[in-house]
């Protein structure tokens, strides 16, 4: 087989590198921008470029946001009574979907083992900081994924609340759980709209 040009080969690699995108996709990807004007292909290399530089991290939630704070903490209209924890950005696009009115913390990851993910690398210790801090808060729902890994972390951070609260601390919150509208093992970023409304909906206190 004739090897590619390495400018083909390299891109082509480069979209394979991506999640969910595999050796045939990113030669379809490769070979549908070599049809495009070049106007379309550099506008599209400058959007990758500056995706990082024009973005920032949100002092409140710890979402990526292009301002700080984020859209959504600098809201008025959102509820400040209540606050849910996920674990990454696409999980806060998708539980805005479902008509949410409240505020988010992200984590940042879930706690694993397995993978060397303590309580320590994620932001754990700055939701904490944030509950105690912020006196309009009332209930705090934890939604993780209802994987092994959500589960554990749902766990440990509702432990570090009741440890606040029997301190003192934190003791006006309530914390509820995310109910079983999810199937185990599954990512929030892919369910439906009426999935998470009926999980949110069933929520109870953890």
């Known amino acids: 087989m004739t090897p590619l040009p390495k400018p083909i080969q390299d891109l082509i690699d480069g979209f394979a590198s991506l999640p969910g995108i595999g050796p045939k996709s990113a030669s379809r990807l490769t070979f549908y921008f070599l049809t495009r004007p070049m106007?379309?292909?550099e506008r599209f290399a400058a959007s990758v470029g500056h995706l990082r530089q024009d973005l920032v991290t949100c002092?409140?939630?710890?979402?990526?946001a292009d301002q700080d704070p984020?859209?959504?903490?600098?809201?008025?209209?959102?509820?400040?009574?209540i606050i849910m924890v996920?674990?990454?950005?696409?999980d806060v696009v998708a539980l805005e979907k479902?008509?949410?009115?409240g505020r988010y913390f992200v984590l940042g990851g879930v706690i694993s083992p397995v993978e060397g993910i303590s309580p320590e690398d994620i932001h754990i210790d700055d939701l904490l900081t944030?509950?105690?801090?912020?006196?309009?808060?009332r209930e705090v729902i934890l939604a993780t994924d209802?994987?092994?890994?959500?589960?554990?972390?749902?766990?440990?951070i509702a432990k570090e609340i009741e440890e606040a609260k029997k301190e003192g601390r934190v003791a006006r919150l309530k914390v509820t759980r995310?109910?079983?509208?999810l199937p185990v093992g599954s990512d929030l970023e892919y369910a439906d709209e009426v999935t998470l409304s009926r999980a949110l909906e069933g929520r109870k206190e953890y």
């Not at 984020?70 to 009574?81: F, G, M, N, S």
């Not at 944030?130 to 808060?137: A, F, H, S």
């Open 39 to 41: 106007e379309e292909i």
């Open 98 to 101: 479902t008509g949410y009115k």
């Open 178 to 181: 995310i109910a079983r509208g």
């Open 59 to 64: 002092s409140i939630c710890r979402n990526i």
């Open 146 to 156: 209802p994987s092994l890994e959500g589960e554990a972390t749902a766990m440990y």
């Open 130 to 137: 944030r509950l105690e801090k912020d006196r309009e808060l």
């Open 86 to 90: 996920v674990a990454e950005p696409l």
């Open 70 to 81: 984020c859209v959504i903490d600098a809201d008025p209209k959102r509820d400040k009574a």
